[in-house]
């Protein structure tokens, strides 16, 4: 029987309590932290919607698992399980466990990436970013033109543009190309998904050049689940057999299990190349730990081993999605631009779009954000001219990021429909007061990632 409730498929064992606040004590928080939501203390936020990194709730069996965690250095029972779930899964070699997605992407970027390397990717996250340009080498970004429009829905706008790439493949360039990788889904561009199609064909193109083929494999679950829903050859697949397939069309991944893991800490680095494998543990044991537990706790292995079987559950991913999908449709009906169709761990306002009074230097985005915090006590995050531009020197204007935008990332099974709704409510809010909203000036900024320490305040 077809029922409109999609219901959270789950019940709550433990509770803890959202803090309550007034519009009074909001501003008195967001001005003692000079206007940055980064500085407020997790008890002033009531829905909190940061992050979708390490923030979901464990099952009663990940808790159980906890219990079961063997502590042993080395071979530990819970390295064993651990191993054995991510080795049926990726269906890889070489398991490698790191502390975070990051950490996988450090020895990722010093064993295989030097000097003057380019790296194509459909989009590379800040910190994969981040670490091969620390190697001194050029990460590329070739988002498929539907990933590109913000505002047009289209099913994979997570997918690699397959010319631009068989270009940078058929030029004098391809001996400075390391491998190939791609993000699922992808997070910088929305959260949209890739398609099997383009991961076949991203494959046969990696297989013709010789390249290596790496996923960035994050959201893993949630990429599978789109292409369960809008690509036909798979309506009828398990949601862990599309991911298995996926998994299998490339030669290794980095993964930052602190998302599609289910866990609050956790990564990992797989390769089938042996050679690879082996330099890789070599640098593990330097910077993370021994091979059988990379900078984890035998606990934490466990609690990853079980939350890597829950996070396939068609059951959980429907209830992940549709509560994306209703705050999606809720700002659609509000008048609200927002990224479309809604990603699978967040929803994207455009800034840009909502508040064309405030220019990109005075950060629409943030304003944003902190008016959402103020309305309802929800904390969202700028993802633009005060996260990526580039400061303006001697008084200048900052040079502007490509979007502004705000993210509403939903943590995993923490909050429920009526969390949903609240939410909705703050939007809906926050469209009676957009006229009103201004823009911000930067008093103190450090030089690299300002977004997190910079202080501001509005402009009158
Ligand atoms: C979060 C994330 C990372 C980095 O993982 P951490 O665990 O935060 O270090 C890398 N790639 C993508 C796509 C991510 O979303």
């Given at each position: 029987m077809e029922f409109k409730t999609i219901i959270e498929p789950f019940k709550i064992k433990s509770v803890e309590p959202l803090a309550i606040t007034t519009p009074e004590q909001r501003k008195e928080y967001l001005e003692r932290e000079h206007w940055?939501?980064?500085?407020?203390?997790?008890?002033?936020?009531?829905?909190?919607?940061?992050?979708d990194s390490g923030t979901g709730a464990m099952s009663a069996e990940q808790w159980a698992a906890i219990m079961r965690g063997d502590e042993a250095y080395a071979g530990s029972h819970s390295w064993q399980r651990f191993n054995k779930v991510l080795t049926e899964l990726t269906g890889y070699k070489h398991i490698i466990p790191t502390h975070q997605g990051r950490a996988s992407e450090k020895i990722l970027a010093t064993i295989t990436v030097k000097e003057g390397d380019i790296i194509p990717s459909n989009s590379h996250f800040d910190t994969t970013r981040a670490n091969f340009e620390a190697a001194l080498a050029t990460p590329v970004d070739l988002l498929c033109k539907e990933g590109l429009d913000l505002l047009t829905p289209a099913p994979?706008?997570?997918?690699?543009?397959l010319e631009k790439l068989e270009a940078l493949l058929n030029s004098?360039?391809?001996?400075?190309?390391?491998f190939v990788l791609m993000t699922i889904t992808n997070n910088t561009g929305g959260g949209q998904p890739v398609s099997m199609e383009n991961l076949k064909a991203v494959k046969a193109l990696c297989e013709k050049y010789n390249k290596m083929f790496l996923l960035d494999a994050c959201r893993f679950s949630e990429n599978a689940w789109f292409v369960s829903q809008r690509e036909d050859s798979y309506k009828d697949i398990e949601i862990r057999e599309i991911a298995k397939e996926a998994f299998r069309l490339a030669d290794g991944c980095t993964i930052s299990l602190k998302k599609d893991g289910f866990g609050n800490i956790g990564g990992v680095l797989a390769f089938n190349d042996d050679a690879l494998a082996e330099a890789a543990k070599n640098v593990l044991i330097l910077t993370e730990g021994f091979p059988t537990y990379g900078g984890l706790t035998g606990r934490d292995l466990d609690a990853l081993a079980q939350g890597l079987i829950e996070i396939t559950d068609r059951n959980y991913l429907e209830y992940r999605a549709r509560s994306i999908s209703y705050l999606a449709e809720k700002a659609l009906e509000y008048g609200i631009p927002i990224?479309?169709?809604?990603g699978g761990h967040a929803l994207y306002i455009d800034a840009k779009t909502f508040l064309p009074h405030i220019p990109p230097h005075q950060y629409p985005g943030h304003s944003l954000a902190c008016e959402i915090y103020l309305i309802g006590g929800v904390r969202a995050v700028e993802l633009g001219t005060l996260a990526f531009g580039v400061a303006g020197e001697d008084g200048k204007d900052d040079t502007p990021a490509t979007h502004e935008l705000v993210r509403l990332a939903a943590p995993r099974r923490s909050y429920t429909q009526s969390h949903f709704d609240y939410v909705a409510e703050v939007l809906e809010k926050l469209v009676e007061k957009k006229d009103t909203l201004k823009g911000y000036e930067i008093t103190y900024q450090p030089?690299?990632?300002?977004?997190?320490?910079a202080k501001l305040k509005p402009k009158t």
């Amino acid at each position: 029987m077809e029922f409109k409730t999609i219901i959270e498929p789950f019940k709550i064992k433990s509770v803890e309590p959202l803090a309550i606040t007034t519009p009074e004590q909001r501003k008195e928080y967001l001005e003692r932290e000079h206007w940055n939501l980064f500085g407020l203390q997790s008890q002033e936020v009531t829905i909190d919607l940061l992050t979708d990194s390490g923030t979901g709730a464990m099952s009663a069996e990940q808790w159980a698992a906890i219990m079961r965690g063997d502590e042993a250095y080395a071979g530990s029972h819970s390295w064993q399980r651990f191993n054995k779930v991510l080795t049926e899964l990726t269906g890889y070699k070489h398991i490698i466990p790191t502390h975070q997605g990051r950490a996988s992407e450090k020895i990722l970027a010093t064993i295989t990436v030097k000097e003057g390397d380019i790296i194509p990717s459909n989009s590379h996250f800040d910190t994969t970013r981040a670490n091969f340009e620390a190697a001194l080498a050029t990460p590329v970004d070739l988002l498929c033109k539907e990933g590109l429009d913000l505002l047009t829905p289209a099913p994979f706008k997570g997918n690699i543009d397959l010319e631009k790439l068989e270009a940078l493949l058929n030029s004098d360039d391809i001996d400075k190309i390391p491998f190939v990788l791609m993000t699922i889904t992808n997070n910088t561009g929305g959260g949209q998904p890739v398609s099997m199609e383009n991961l076949k064909a991203v494959k046969a193109l990696c297989e013709k050049y010789n390249k290596m083929f790496l996923l960035d494999a994050c959201r893993f679950s949630e990429n599978a689940w789109f292409v369960s829903q809008r690509e036909d050859s798979y309506k009828d697949i398990e949601i862990r057999e599309i991911a298995k397939e996926a998994f299998r069309l490339a030669d290794g991944c980095t993964i930052s299990l602190k998302k599609d893991g289910f866990g609050n800490i956790g990564g990992v680095l797989a390769f089938n190349d042996d050679a690879l494998a082996e330099a890789a543990k070599n640098v593990l044991i330097l910077t993370e730990g021994f091979p059988t537990y990379g900078g984890l706790t035998g606990r934490d292995l466990d609690a990853l081993a079980q939350g890597l079987i829950e996070i396939t559950d068609r059951n959980y991913l429907e209830y992940r999605a549709r509560s994306i999908s209703y705050l999606a449709e809720k700002a659609l009906e509000y008048g609200i631009p927002i990224v479309q169709p809604a990603g699978g761990h967040a929803l994207y306002i455009d800034a840009k779009t909502f508040l064309p009074h405030i220019p990109p230097h005075q950060y629409p985005g943030h304003s944003l954000a902190c008016e959402i915090y103020l309305i309802g006590g929800v904390r969202a995050v700028e993802l633009g001219t005060l996260a990526f531009g580039v400061a303006g020197e001697d008084g200048k204007d900052d040079t502007p990021a490509t979007h502004e935008l705000v993210r509403l990332a939903a943590p995993r099974r923490s909050y429920t429909q009526s969390h949903f709704d609240y939410v909705a409510e703050v939007l809906e809010k926050l469209v009676e007061k957009k006229d009103t909203l201004k823009g911000y000036e930067i008093t103190y900024q450090p030089k690299l990632l300002r977004h997190f320490t910079a202080k501001l305040k509005p402009k009158t």
